[in-house]
């Protein structure tokens, strides 16, 4: 059997669980001319257990107009906003304090991010979490010394 070529790469951010062949998947996916349906099937089921975050998948299509998909872990500032409980960042950046994160709350987020950063240990993460935070508008507690 031959090896596949990748003929293209598409990079998406759909809610989990959510994907359907209308727009916006089906506007991206429609001219790659793989079998939307059983893309949005094949998504669904595989993010079902994390309906509510928004989950980015990158598509390798091959030449024979199959597909492979890898999901990733959900964007820095959606986590954010889903453990603060804001619905958006503030409009001034770090100029204007929306909410706070605990330390455990950052490092609970560094661990879900971990993987698809390109950083090797947990306070290398933990510096990148807080650095979209304080983009965000969102300060953060300093863990206290006992």
Known sequence: MAKK???KKIKLEIPAGKATPAPPVGTVLGPAGINLQEFCTKYNDATKDKIGDIIPVE???YDDRSFDFVIKTP???SLIKKFTKISKGST???NETVATLTDAQV???AEIKL???NCYDL???KKTVIGTAKNM???VEEKKED
Do not use: F
Request: charged share 25%; hydrophobic share 40%.
């Open 5 to 7: 070529e990748v003929v």
């Open 59 to 61: 598509i390798s299509i």
């Open 75 to 77: 964007p820095t500032p």
């Open 92 to 94: 001034k950046g770090k």
């Open 107 to 109: 490092t609970e987020i």
């Open 115 to 117: 993987p698809d950063l």
């Open 123 to 125: 306070e290398a993460a």
């Open 137 to 139: 508008g969102v300060a």
